[in-house]
């Protein structure tokens, strides 16, 4: 890999940094840096000047003094999922949050206290020997802190609401280095903002959560389909959401199968799509739902699966593994899922004149239940009357296919569009504000631009799906 020349800061300044902050500090040409810039999306190759590996708020605080009196742009990483990289700040200075991991749990108050460098693994392996959990995403490696500050959708969130729902109390240092609290009671402003309104605000470095009583067990459901068989198995499966138990989120897909278990290989490499659910509770209680949903075209495969949670939050972990492909993704929220609709999902954007082997998948991911329970105005996170949740992903591993990967994926994004109420933040690419719009809407964005102003006006936190100010620092 061919090293660029960076502008590291000069010996004095780095030493002023060093005796600041008690985690690491890393250099281009340290042991540890090209590990610590790696993120999960493979496209991004971008090198910061400087890595504060911090291990405590007073690291970042100090880290962030020394960013900005150099006029640093700052990234701040955790898990490193987001597709555009955006915690890596080519030429900057990234605050790698990663050593602040720690999870405390009380299992008799139902609250687990999760740093915020922490993954939903290590959320859920603390609180699964109690029988609890709190709705987190569906990999392991996912950051507790991306995930959560932009909504947090996940297998529990129909029953106990999204991950931001669960937030009592955030700890964060603002772009001043001042450490502060935010919560019902404490800077609810800021409490509102901070449930949905991303990392625009500050760095949060503890993250208070509620926890419910889920067990250990989760089944998970497939029906699988050739493509024109599929509509009228989307149709039922779509009708079933609604008087649905809370513990079942409805999960859809289309795709090229790979060859897994379940499936014979003459379905291996093949166009399919498949219907189904995933269920956190009783196995046996989840399977009262497979009647209603066989009630139709026979499939030409069944996937059945008991499983434990945490094998359930960890089974996509390979798949998903950082730096394994280059990746993309568009998404929307649909408020309906019509004839129409359900034929530009199952289109996979295929206008007939492309290449097949490079057409995206696409999944569907069903909200309602305790999601749409909560009051619009309540968080910053919008679109709570969702049915559900379209992405548009694609993945690979040839640079060759940059282009064409990303503008099949679009124009799979750009056929479902149509039927689309808004987007998901955490869904967002290179949308730009544009996207902002459609996540947040002109009453919400107006009010989370009220709160940059007050704690960010210089926009030192811009990295991410940024709320612009409205005044300068």
Request: charged share 20%; aromatic share 8%; with cysteine.
């Amino acid at each position: 890999m061919t090293e660029r020349s960076l502008a590291v800061p000069a010996g004095a300044e780095l030493t002023r940094l060093r005796r600041g902050v008690d985690g690491q500090v890393l250099l281009p040409d340290q042991d540890g840096y090209h590990t610590a810039r790696q993120v999960w999306n493979a496209m991004v190759d971008r090198r910061p000047a400087v890595i504060a590996r911090c291990t405590s708020p007073a690291d970042v605080a100090a880290a962030l003094r020394f960013g900005r009196a150099l006029g640093l742009e700052i990234g701040v990483r955790c898990g490193g999922h987001s597709v555009l990289g955006l915690s890596v700040p080519d030429g900057g200075l990234m605050l790698d949050l990663t050593p602040l991991r720690a999870v405390r749990v009380d299992p008799d108050r139902r609250r687990a206290w999760v740093q915020g460098g922490a993954l939903l693994g290590d959320l859920d392996r603390a609180t699964q020997p109690y029988g609890l959990a709190t709705t987190a995403g569906n990999v392991s490696h996912t950051g507790v802190g991306g995930l959560t500050l932009g909504g947090g959708m996940g297998w529990l969130a129909r029953r106990f609401g999204l991950a931001c729902d669960n937030v009592t109390r955030f700890q964060l240092v603002t772009a001043d280095g001042e450490l502060l609290q935010a919560s019902e009671r404490e800077n609810p402003e800021l409490f509102w903002g901070l449930r949905g309104g991303g990392g625009n605000f500050g760095v949060v470095t503890e993250f208070e959560f509620h926890l419910h009583q889920v067990g250990t067990a989760a089944l998970v459901v497939d029906l699988f389909y050739a493509p024109q068989d599929a509509p009228g198995a989307l149709r039922r499966w779509s009708e079933l959401i609604a008087d649905a138990p809370p513990q079942a989120t409805f999960t859809a897909w289309v795709g090229t199968a790979g060859e897994q278990p379940g499936l014979a290989p003459a379905h291996w490499n093949r166009p399919l799509a498949s219907v189904g659910y995933v269920w956190v509770g009783d196995p046996v209680k989840g399977r009262g739902l497979l009647a209603a949903l066989r009630d139709g075209t026979p499939p030409v495969a069944e996937r059945v699966q008991e499983l434990s949670y945490l094998e359930l939050q960890s089974m996509d972990d390979e798949r998903q593994r950082p730096g394994r492909l280059r990746r993309y993704w568009k998404g929307h929220y649909l408020r309906d899922l019509d004839d129409a609709a359900i034929e530009a999902f199952l289109s996979r954007g295929d206008g007939g004149d492309g290449d097949p082997a490079l057409l995206p998948s696409g999944s569907l991911q069903s909200y309602r239940g305790a999601i749409a329970a909560v009051g619009e105005d309540e968080t910053a996170f919008g679109h709570r009357d969702a049915l559900v949740e379209f992405v548009a992903v694609t993945g690979w591993t040839d640079p060759a296919e940059d282009q064409a990967r990303m503008a099949a994926a679009r124009r799979y994004g750009a056929v479902v569009e149509p039927f689309a109420s808004g987007v998901y933040v955490n869904d967002l690419t290179d949308e730009g504000q544009a996207g902002i719009r459609r996540a947040y809407g002109t009453g919400t964005l107006a009010r989370l631009a009220a709160l940059k102003d007050r704690y960010d006006p210089g926009n030192v936190f811009h990295l991410n799906h940024n709320i612009r100010p409205t005044v300068r620092g």
